[in-house]
């Protein structure tokens, strides 16, 4: 299961959600203003970004840092 970050701007709330192809059960609390991971393909995630809910947070990449050789 791929998740996607976005930041919840919608009332508090919580929800659970059925995903990937085992069907696995993922329970989450939204809260206003803090970060949450869902699946961008699932139908909830669809409708909280029509209803502008959700904002797409910028992924992270962790590169290594290279030493100094001097």
Do not use: F, W
């Not at 059960?25 to 959700?54: I, N, R, S």
């Amino acid at each position: 299961m791929t998740l996607t970050r976005y930041r919840y701007t919608g009332p508090q709330s919580c929800a659970s959600l059925r995903v990937g192809e085992s069907r696995e059960l993922l329970d989450l609390q939204l809260l206003p203003g803090q970060p949450v991971e869902l699946p961008a393909d699932h139908e909830y995630t669809l409708v909280l970004l029509e209803l502008k809910h959700l904002v797409l947070l910028p992924t992270t990449e962790k590169k290594g840092v290279k030493a100094n050789a001097s």
